[in-house]
């Protein structure tokens, strides 16, 4: 499953990038003439929304909007995750206990209030979604990194290079980051379509990336017309299904293949 998931993931990626190849017309574009067409209407595929959006084209760019979000976030998220995870746990003492204790702050925030919060000051932009969903989703992995860190800087090569008279910003970048990234890894495979998911849950609440096509938009929308138009829902309900269990059961292969107690290492 992990692999299939490989490619399907693989497959979405490249959807998004070559959105516009991919999707038959612009996702703003209106037909007033097939409002609310059903699945295999001529000239469109999925059928039609109620200003005549094609679905297809707005499934392809709402998942163009997710990734590049949860993408942009992620990699915010790491920076400050190893950021703050290998100082504290490297230079211990009072840098440890200020990070940390910033970091249970931030911890005790409910993830997607702290995000209502800072999209409604910031306003529904690209760059205010995406920093709310990277704020809050840090903590977790600084923990993680501080905790192989802790753990990694007693090991005997770490000791051995201080023998040899290697500095603390050497040995922590070149022989603790290394060693501290299989970890880090696994989570962030988790993290991607958490942050999909909150990408989606914003925009239900109409609080996503104003003007840009959006799945939790889309499904908000559906949700209205689920009796008398069902395929306005069911469109990007399972492609956001499909979604979210590709990136999670590639998340579980890439927990095994560093995990040395699964089955498939023994």
């Known amino acids: 499953m992990a692999f299939i ?38 000239g469109h595929p999925l059928g039609t929304d109620t200003l005549g959006r094609d679905i297809l084209s707005r499934l392809v760019y709402g998942f163009r909007t997710a990734f590049l979000v949860a993408f942009v976030a992620e990699v ?49 932009n690209f760059w205010s979604v995406m920093a709310a969903i990277a704020v809050a989703g840090w903590v977790t992995q600084a923990r993680l990194v501080r905790a ?8 005997d090569f770490v000791e051995a290079a201080q023998g040899m008279g290697a500095k603390g910003p050497t040995i922590a970048t070149r022989y603790i980051l290394p060693n501290a990234l299989g970890p880090l890894l696994v989570t962030t495979s988790f993290a991607v379509p958490a942050a999909i998911t909150t990408e989606a849950g914003l925009s239900m609440l109409g609080l996503g990336i104003a003007d840009m096509p959006s799945w939790g938009a889309m499904i908000n929308e559906g949700v209205r017309f689920a009796t008398s138009s069902p395929h306005m829902i069911i469109s990007p309900a399972i492609a956001f299904a499909v979604t979210l269990l590709a ?14 107690t699964s089955e498939g290492r023994r």
Not at 13 to 38: E, H, M
Not at 83 to 102: K, W
Not at 104 to 116: G, H, K, Q, R, S
Not at 148 to 155: A, S
């Open 247 to 260: 990136f999670t059961w590639m998340g579980d292969g890439v927990r095994d293949a560093f995990d040395i």
């Open 148 to 155: 192989q860190v802790m753990t990694l800087k007693k090991r």
């Open 5 to 42: 998931s490989l490619w399907v993931v693989l497959v979405l990626l490249l959807v998004a990038i070559f959105a516009p190849l991919v999707a038959p017309y612009p996702p703003q574009t209106t037909d007033y003439g097939q409002q609310l067409a059903p699945i295999g209407s001529p």
């Open 76 to 124: 915010i998220s790491v920076v400050v995750a190893l950021s703050v995870g290998v100082v504290a746990g490297y230079r211990g003492g009072r840098a440890d206990g200020a990070l940390m204790a910033a970091t249970d702050i931030m911890y005790a925030f409910p993830t997607y209030l702290f995000a209502v919060l800072l999209v409604t000051v910031f306003g529904r």
